[in-house]
């Protein structure tokens, strides 16, 4: 069972928005309120890289690439973590994961991955 399920990726044009989703399973949500919870992105040949994390306290961290574009929020009721994405860019396609981890803990859970396509 993943812990963690990402939706609402797809293909957009150049300028256009997609929101992405991650739903945090039952085996996980118990804890969720204390996770640190991170979009990441990949594409083929380069490494998983960190596009934007917000922790327990609801304080947003991106990386320069997406700052003024993408909005991180989570929603700790219904356990999500949303990234909505505005004016993208051909070079945001890949690969986007959901993160969620605790290094009081130890724990780090991934999804299984949502594709983002920006081209026109």
């Known amino acids: 069972q993943a812990q963690l399920v990402e939706s609402g990726g797809g293909l957009v044009q150049p300028g256009g928005s997609l929101r992405l989703s991650c739903a945090a399973s039952e085996s996980i949500s118990s804890l969720y309120i204390i996770y640190e919870m991170g979009w990441y992105r990949q594409v083929p040949g380069k490494e998983r890289e960190l596009v934007a994390s917000?922790?327990?306290?609801?304080?947003?961290n991106y990386v320069d690439a997406v700052k003024g574009r993408f909005t991180i929020s989570r929603d700790n009721a219904k356990t999500m973590v949303y990234l909505q994405m505005n004016s993208l860019k051909p070079e945001d396609t890949a690969v986007y994961y959901c993160?969620?981890?605790?290094?009081?803990?130890?724990?780090?859970?991934w999804g299984q991955g949502t594709q983002v396509t920006v081209s026109s």
């Open positions: 993160n969620a981890k605790d290094s009081v803990l130890s724990v780090t859970y």
């Open positions: 917000i922790d327990s306290g609801g304080n947003p």
